[in-house]
C-alpha cells in the first residue's frame, strides 16, 4: 500500500545542507533558528528507551528526533517541534508519548510551534494544567518563566 502524502510529503533541500520535513520546518529554521545567536542542532536523534532483552528476543528501544534544540552555554534552551496546529488534535499520540518522556528524561518540555507570517505561536502539549498558547517573535525567552521551575 502506498503511504499517504500526508504524512511523508516530500522533503525540503535547504541551501544549508539541511533537510527538512516541510515548507513550515524549513521557514522556522531560516526565520528563528539560524540567526538566533545560540548553538543549535537541526533533527538531532535522542534515545528514550534502548533496545532491551524480553525472553529470548528483543524489544526494539525509542527514541525522539525533535526538529530543533536550542543551547545555550551548553544546556538546552528550547526543544523545538514544528507543527501546523498547537492544538493537541494536531499532533499524534506516539508523538505527545515521545515529548513526555523526553521530558521526564531531560527536565525540558517539548515546544510545539506553529511558524506564522510575523511571528510563532507556542505551546506545551501534556500538561496537568491549562497552557495558553504564547506567541513569540524571537527564541530568546526562558520557557521555565512560563511553566516554572
Not at 551548553?74 to 526543544?79: A, D, E, L, R, T
Not at 504564547?134 to 518563566?145: C, S
Amino acid at each position: 500500500m502506498a503511504k499517504s502524502k500526508k504524512y511523508f510529503s516530500n522533503k525540503v533541500q535547504c541551501s544549508d545542507g539541511y533537510k527538512f520535513d516541510s515548507n513550515k520546518e524549513h521557514g522556522f529554521y531560516h526565520d528563528y533558528i539560524k540567526h538566533c545567536g545560540y548553538k543549535f542542532k537541526v533533527h538531532p536523534t535522542i534515545n528514550l528507551l534502548p533496545k532491551f532483552a524480553i525472553g529470548g528476543m528483543n524489544m526494539g528501544g525509542m527514541s525522539y528526533t525533535p526538529d530543533f534544540i536550542i543551547y545555550d552555554m551548553g544546556k538546552m534552551k528550547h526543544v523545538y517541534d514544528v507543527k501546523t496546529s498547537v492544538s493537541p488534535k494536531a499532533t499524534d499520540s506516539a508523538a505527545k508519548n515521545r515529548f513526555k518522556r523526553f521530558a521526564f528524561e531531560n527536565n525540558m518540555p517539548v515546544e510545539v510551534v506553529v511558524p506564522r507570517a510575523h511571528d510563532f505561536k507556542m505551546t506545551i502539549l501534556g500538561l496537568t494544567k491549562s497552557f495558553e498558547p504564547q506567541i513569540f517573535t524571537n527564541v530568546d525567552y526562558d520557557i521555565h518563566d512560563y511553566i516554572g521551575q
